[in-house]
């Protein structure tokens, strides 16, 4: 079975492998939509380290296992505050740190 040239999985399943970025010129073939959806795949690989966080929360999270952005994505808010060392500030800090890379906040978090 011939794979798709436009499907947008199997482009980042390629590029991932590589561990590349993809090329603008094959950019500019996609959707617009395929687009956002390349940008949040991105977003959601980020390491938390990478995000803009301070070091003591990055340590937090990280000592609780949460290395990227996906990870951070999948708790709760109460699950994160549950985490030594890590408390409202904490979350506000995170909170604004998923933002800035333009992704949404989970239901639970908004409190913040």
Do not use: C
């Not at 070091?55 to 109460?78: H, I, M, P, Q, T």
């Amino acid at each position: 079975m011939e794979e798709d040239p436009l499907d947008l999985r199997h482009r980042r399943r390629r590029v991932k492998d590589r561990g590349q970025s993809v090329p603008d010129a094959i950019l500019k073939t996609w959707t617009k939509a395929q687009r956002i959806e390349y940008q949040r795949a991105q977003a959601l690989e980020t390491p938390t380290a990478e995000m803009g966080m301070s070091v003591r929360v990055v340590n937090a999270l990280e000592s609780a296992g949460v290395f990227l952005a996906k990870d951070l994505l999948e708790e709760s808010a109460g699950t994160l505050l549950a985490i030594k060392n890590f408390g409202e500030s904490s979350l506000a800090e995170v909170s604004s740190a998923i933002k800035r890379l333009g992704l949404p906040l989970p239901r639970g978090w908004r409190r913040t």
